[in-house]
């Protein structure tokens, strides 16, 4: 059974960091390309990063030279570090088998607020 649980999310301060963690059981995610999303109050969901199979990465915009996207192999996990956080970053994010969101988990609520 293919599964993507997200954790790591929380309350920070504008300027602060954050590390989330997606742990995948059923599948491999090191053989497929795999995606961060988000989701403001309000909004659609919304691409923020990939790591595709390669190692390669790829960054939204409003994001790029803030956040990192990594996976650790041996523990079948995708990470993304997001630093200097905005309030705009404030969102559920989850980590998907696609750009559009396919096989989100729960997904893990990052609320940027002072």
């Known amino acids: 059974q293919v599964q993507l649980v997200e954790s790591g999310g929380g309350l920070v301060q504008p300027g602060g960091s954050l590390r989330l963690s997606c742990a995948a059981s059923?599948?491999?995610?090191?053989?497929?390309?795999m995606y961060w999303v988000r989701q403001a109050p309000g909004k659609g969901l919304e691409w923020v990063s990939t790591?595709?199979?390669?190692?390669?990465?790829f960054y939204a915009d409003s994001v790029k030279g803030r956040f990192t996207v990594s996976r650790d192999n041996a523990k079948n996990t995708l990470y993304l570090q997001m630093n200097s956080l905005k309030s705009d970053d404030t969102a559920v994010y989850y980590c998907?088998?696609?750009?559009?969101?396919?096989?989100r988990g729960q997904g893990t609520q990052v609320t940027v607020s002072s």
């Open positions: 998907a088998t696609s750009p559009g969101g396919h096989g």
């Open positions: 059923g599948f491999t995610v090191s053989r497929y390309g």
């Open positions: 790591i595709n199979t390669g190692g390669g990465t």
